[in-house]
């Protein structure tokens, strides 16, 4: 936790002094191991960055007074399209992704995701909010993402896909009949990455359709959670 | 597993036929749910990739006809020097860098890595090759990368990290008074990565008395998971 996120409800009556309890107090206590009239850096969900100095420390909450005058880093004008990552990874993928300023991920369905991936509890929505806090406060962000399911690929690719892509660059990485994924577009992009195993011929059909073009990391195949920061570092070197 | 992995103990004494146990062979019946006659990618450890034929799966042995002869994906020419990881994210961290293609890993001391990491079971000789193999087999290469332990931060800086950099390029990440992170420098590199908090002033200025710069990747704060593959993609962009 490099950034404490607040959220309206931390804010108390008086302007400017926050108090936290829970998952954050905790941080505080056994991470920070922070004292009373220490300063740490802290942000506003949606809003404002700044520094927050202890008031008191006590058993079961805490205090800050607080000064948001900072902006956050600019956000990636990227949307993430991903196939449905396995239960026991979904929730790094969202903390890498969101760490890196991806503000839009649509987690989407293939023939290689697993049926049982789309019962996991990790998809509800508590979850989801809770891995993207995760991502804001170790990348010293506050512009929560927005995630949104899409269960079935065809309706969503043929439908909703090409006016959500709008006149962004728009890739799929797939390591066949690709070119080289380019260095620094820097531009909006929409990029689609598929599932382990990859997206079958008739996945890469549609999405071509859709204006997406094939472009590759290489020989080397990654797991999804190298993938994203790999692709992202390359499309958007600062 | 996108290649399997064979060391000269799965070779039987018939030229070009092997016999698998073990974890393999689980994969290949729970995951791959290979049938006898199906071909798969397979490398030898340190050698040429190619194809093996499952000529017969049983319940404790597959016995496979394999073809060796395509190269493994050339080495990245970089060696990582890294701040041990905690324990929980060791091995996901081996696996990335080895999947990325790094050849030579030194993990180190560093005064925010905590004393407890150097007593974890996963800094065994048999683990940290374990991780590897898992990143060769996801990455599809066979070049077993080397995996260095160096417990004393000075000693190492001073006295052996300047003849093991040699005359490669000398990179530490670290966001503060840093440059951006070249793109695409591909040549032979030597990249220093801290812990969780970073290197403290000391460690900085010591990397720096041995030809280190510092680069940064932009005012996002980056899980170390996160960061390897961030970095190398943006050094080495294919």
Known sequence: MNLILLFDDDFTETPGKVRLTGRRLRHLKEVHRAAEGETLAVGRANGAMGTGTILSLEKNAVEMAVTLSEPPPEPLPLTLILALPRPKVLNRVII????????????????????????????SEENLLAQTVLG???????QLPEILIRKRFKPFVEDELPAMA?????????PYDAVACPVGVCGPTTLAVGPEGGF????????KEAGFDAVSM?????????AI??????????
């Open 166 to 174: 709008g006149d962004t660059q728009r890739l799929v990485a797939h």
């Open 229 to 238: 920061p790999a692709l992202l570092s390359r499309l958007y070197p600062l």
């Open 200 to 207: 079958i011929p008739y996945e890469i059909d549609k999405l």
């Open 218 to 226: 290489g020989e080397r195949i990654l797991r999804v959670e190298s």
């Open 96 to 123: 890498a992704a969101t760490s890196m300023g991806v503000k839009r991920l649509v987690l989407i369905n293939a023939v290689r995701v697993e049926k049982s991936f789309w019962q996991s509890p990790r998809l």
């Open 136 to 142: 804001l406060e170790q990348a010293k962000d506050t």
